[in-house]
């Protein structure tokens, strides 16, 4: 198994940046690649951006702006910049590892963007 912790979320007012951290920890071994999503309020969860382990390559999601994904292999931590944040952005941010016969989510982190 694969625990994720994420950390990073809070309250910041639009135009502000937060950096969002994904904490791995049990078989990151397995790992090949780990995703950001969020779920705004009332709608369904939506990827952000996702980065493999190996070589960094990253991926965004089209209506994604201003966003960075990063990794720090050492650590078995993946990072997510967010500059120039709207009130659209507020969500629950959660990273995904995904795995061959599972997916494991973190717990989540709030962001909540005040205009």
């Known amino acids: 198994q694969v625990q994720l912790v994420e950390s990073g979320g809070g309250l910041v007012q639009a135009g502000g940046s937060l950096r969002l951290s994904c904490a791995a920890s049990?078989?990151?071994?397995?790992?090949?690649?780990m995703d950001w999503y969020r779920q705004p309020p009332g709608k369904e969860r939506e990827f952000v951006a996702g980065i493999r382990w190996s070589g960094g390559s990253t991926y965004y999601a089209d209506s994604v702006r201003g966003r960075c994904i990063s990794r720090d292999n050492a650590k078995n931590t993946v990072y997510l910049r967010m500059n120039s944040l709207k009130p659209k952005d507020t969500a629950i941010y959660y990273c995904?590892?995904?795995?061959?016969?599972?997916?494991?989510w973190g717990q989540g982190t709030q962001i909540t963007v005040s205009s």
């Open positions: 995904l590892a995904p795995l061959p016969g599972a997916d494991y």
């Open positions: 049990g078989r990151t071994f397995s790992m090949t690649r």
